[in-house]
Nanobody, 126 residues
Framework: QVQLLESGGGLVQAGGSLRLSCAASGGTFSRYNMGWFRQAPGKEHDFVAAISWTGDTTTYADSVKGRFTISGDNAKTTVYLQMNSLKPEDTAVYYC???????????????????WGQGTQVTVSS
């Protein structure tokens, strides 16, 4: 069973950038679609972005489109989320997740993902 570990969170001023990483242990992402979600206090897990296991297809939430970029390394062991032009409303705990269904569809619902990391805090100050 693959385990996921996020890193790269922190405190940044509005307009700044952060890059989150999600590393796999116990396996690779080779056949998993990967997603990023975030959860602000008192709210549900919100979809942020997803990438297909081939790396050819990505999808984004409207709130981050044009500011965030999801990518993966060739070894299929790390997935990244580059976050630019950060806003205070981006403040949340960010989670990466793996969908092992081999679906050609990139899902934006937490229910579709089988493995989750422990999360990394991102705080954007105004």
């Amino acid at each position: 069973q693959v385990q996921l570990l996020e890193s790269g969170g922190g405190l940044v001023q509005a307009g700044g950038s952060l890059r989150l990483s999600c590393a796999a242990s116990g396996g690779t992402f080779s056949r998993y679609n990967m997603g990023w979600f975030r959860q602000a206090p008192g709210k549900e897990h919100d979809f942020v972005a997803a990438i297909s296991w081939t790396g050819d297809t990505t999808t984004y939430a409207d709130s981050v489109k044009g500011r965030f970029t999801i990518s993966g390394d060739n070894a299929k062991t790390t997935v990244y989320l580059q976050m630019n032009s950060l806003k205070p409303e981006d403040t949340a705990v960010y989670y990466c997740a793996a969908d092992r269904s081999l679906s050609e569809t990139l899902f934006n619902g937490p229910w579709a993902y089988d493995y989750w990391g422990q999360g990394t805090q991102v705080t954007v100050s105004s």
